[in-house]
């Protein structure tokens, strides 16, 4: 089925392997040629209906069942009337690129010769032929190693015609399907139709942002009844709306969880207070801050509702005597001797934990802090960006960024915790295996203080329901926040002191059964940071 790839319901992610294993499986069951059919069918069926207008189309294909794809796509958009051409690519003539076709691919070609359609060989050296879209077919998730040369050269055609809309096949070409990095150079998609299921590099890693606007197709090739083994899955609205508390008629404060944040060392006391108001507007009945600033106020004058206690008064307090509730450690903390000491007594503690910042830098030079973490029986989240990951990996940021999914899954396995990998794409790894890629946000959430605002929001909602998953929804409400704004107001304005008031916004919207977007409410004080 041919659906768009929306922040509103989870999808499943299949990396190349697996894709490649289901393929197979499928071919065994199916008539020859019935997946590449179907595939070809499906990227028709989108020009047709993404880009009504477009009348001359070119189809770039390579000599590959990447190329195959393009190919039935050519046949269709010709049999519909549409003025098609197909520019073999990546072979010294059209005899070596048909020649090197596979079966599949080779299969596509006489179905394309037999329509009729227009075809002819694309040197590298040779202009890209004019067209109303370009149909991206040079590659797919085939590649293996850098781009050649000559299709780098293609490639860089492709892109620098950036008036022309650009559909990629199955996965933008040079792009690495599963970890989101280009190698070096990658087209630039406008719309990308990934084929079979949906692959994690389309959705997080530097480079993801090449597949511009993502659909998908199954092809039909498995029973959904018969879940195969996926990477993880999308994080979409229908898995946010379950984890999200429920707000009892005969609510009271001490029920709705309490949450404790120490951090705001000195000259760094607004990164605590940010994620206290955080968690003040986002489920918790109490939040107590404890600043690490011995010169720190005693009442924060923009959110009256904060209780501020002495750290060892705040890390004193029974878990019995707050009721349920969750800890955060970390925005703003420092990382002299006494933040260290403070945190060793803060992961003794018997509530869940969500460490952040400063407190990662900590853990990350004290190895005996990180092998406490492990052995914690309550739930811990990390919130790194990727320089803190590579802090706790001991790698470069790079080797981070250039595959985002397994260095979530190592550092949750590492430290027994779920993580919560921040960036394009964030990426949520829990210890047990499982993990998710959030489609929600944009380059708004980049400014100081927003990963204050989401540890506040993780913490509120664990301790609001009393269940770690309620981090997924922290993670997809601060994206939507930021969505939001965007469409409603524009590509500036937002700080983090407004964060969290269009995070509430957004769980309004999310919460409704019918999907309709409310208004916001008037900013309050604590949100404005007066």
Known sequence: MLRPCTRDRSLPLFDSAELRRLEADAARRLPPHTLMARAGAAVARLVRARFPHARRVVVLAGPGNNGGDGLIAARELHRAGLDVVVAACGADSLAGWSARLPPDAAWAWSEALAAGVPADWLPAVVALPAGDLYIDALLGIGLSGPVRADTAALIDQINARSTIPVLGVDCPSGLDADRGTASPIAVRATVTLSLLGLKPGLCTGPDAGACGELWVDDLDAFDDDAAPVTAGRTLGADIVRAQLPDLA????????????????????????????????????????????????????????????????????????????????????????????????????????????????????????????????DAPTVLTPHPLEAARLLDRAPGEIQADRPAAARELAQRCNAWVVLKGAGTVVAAPSGPMWINPTGNGLLATAGSGDVLTGAIAALIAATGRVEAALAAVWLHGAAADRHLAETGPAGLTASALAHWMAASWAEVADPAGRKRALPPLQPSAAGR
Do not use: Y
């Open 249 to 376: 008629h005969a609510a009271h404060k001490g029920r709705r969880g309490d949450v404790r944040i120490v951090g705001g060392a000195a000259g760094m006391g607004g990164a605590a207070l940010l994620a206290a108001r955080s968690a003040a507007m986002l489920g918790a009945g109490r939040v107590f801050v404890g600043l690490l600033d011995p010169q720190a106020p005693t009442i924060d004058h923009g959110a009256a509702e904060l209780m501020l206690r002495p750290v060892q008064a705040l890390l004193a307090m029974p878990a019995a005597g707050v009721g349920r509730g969750a800890l955060a450690f970390g925005p703003g903390a420092g990382t002299d001797s006494a933040t260290c000491q403070w945190l060793a007594q803060t992961i003794d503690q018997p509530l869940p934990l969500v460490l952040d910042a400063d407190g990662l830098n900590v853990v990350a030079q004290h190895a005996g802090l990180m092998a406490a973490l492990a052995r914690r």
